[in-house]
């Protein structure tokens, strides 16, 4: 039987609880859900420490809550689906076992045409493989980093996916992972939540052991999640996924390039109320620049979360088109 994540210590108050379930709210519309248009949000809190990476926290919830087919089983066809889609030559790692201590590095090389994939390993006399057995696909994962191994160089297994598995069926976590995919980004302030980042959800468990921020792991960590502050170094190619940003500053430098992105915009009274007040008004300029309406539904839902005292909350959609 699967842990319930809101036994986390992490999650045992009620701002933590509230940003949670906002996050999850806030995925779930733009993503897996059939929705009339972009759903934003902007929050206004007292202080900000927590709250950007609780609501990572949530949208993580519902990435790997929802991902696979309907009954939760592994679908081979799927699989062979998402495999189709990695570019030739592309660095992979391996494992023929789903209980291997390690992976090994290889270089992906497509699919035959009898439909299986080929993997060529980076020794100095290179093996092709073939991988005949479909229950194997699951193991061939996207290495986060393209970085070329003159050797067929083990990996050593990203013990921190463990973790996961005490409240996610593990199929789901395989096959989320396995993609490589940024599925949200944060803008905020690197140190701070580096520093967040790394506290522990339990004993054991970081924080970014759950939401996988791309820049924040190892070279071999899977992730569903990167991050950028001033300039969108080595993310530039990843547009309109579901974005949160941390503070005034940050949404005043990057609103016009996440204009029509699905965003949370946190503010906080922390910073100076003439800062706050020149987010308010860019958003007032992106409500005039876009075909938008209020959302009531929305902070209705949210609402049935009982969130705490002195937090302000507008949603808004923009229409789809």
């Keep these: 039987m699967k842990e319930d994540i809101f036994n986390l210590p ?22 897996t859900r059939d929705s009339n248009g972009i759903l934003n949000i902007v929050i206004n809190v007292p202080y900000n420490y927590s709250t950007t990476l609780s ?38 790692f391996y494992s023929n076992s789903k209980n291997a201590e390690n992976e090994k590095s290889y270089s992906y090389k497509g699919i035959s045409e009898e439909g299986i994939p080929i993997l060529l390993d980076t020794s100095k006399n290179p093996v092709t493989l073939s991988i005949r057995n479909k229950e194997s696909w699951r193991n061939i994962r996207i290495a986060p980093r393209q970085t070329t191994y003159k050797t067929n160089r083990t990996i050593g297994n990203d013990l921190s996916i463990n973790h996961l598995y005490q409240f996610y069926d593990k199929e789901k976590i395989t096959s989320t992972l396995n993609q490589s995919e940024t599925h949200f980004l944060i803008a905020g302030n690197e140190r701070q939540l580096r520093e967040e980042a790394n506290q522990l959800f339990n004993s054991s468990f970081k924080i970014n052991d759950y939401i996988r921020i791309k820049k924040f792991g190892g070279n071999q960590n899977s992730f569903i999640s990167d991050f ?7 993310i530039t190619n990843i547009i309109n996924v579901p974005t949160i940003i941390d503070g005034a500053n940050n949404y005043l430098l990057h609103s016009e390039e996440l204009l029509n992105t699905p965003k ?45 005292a002195n937090i302000e909350l507008f949603c808004w959609r923009v229409k789809n088109g």
């Design 10 to 31: 992490h999650l045992n108050n009620l701002w933590s609880i509230f940003h949670f379930n906002l996050g999850n709210i806030f995925y779930n519309e733009n993503i």
């Design 55 to 92: 609501i990572a926290s949530g949208i993580a919830h519902a990435i790997y809550y929802n991902e696979l087919d309907g009954e939760g089983n592994y679908n081979e066809i799927n699989e062979l689906e998402r495999l189709k889609k990695i570019e030739v030559d592309t660095l992979v």
């Design 228 to 234: 950028f502050s001033n300039e969108r170094e080595g």
């Design 264 to 308: 949370i915009i946190i503010l906080s009274r922390e910073n100076s109320m003439d800062l706050n007040l020149n987010a308010i008004e860019q958003i007032e300029l992106e409500l005039i620049k876009t075909d938008f309406f209020e959302e009531n539904n929305i902070v209705n839902e949210l609402l049935n979360f009982k969130p705490p």
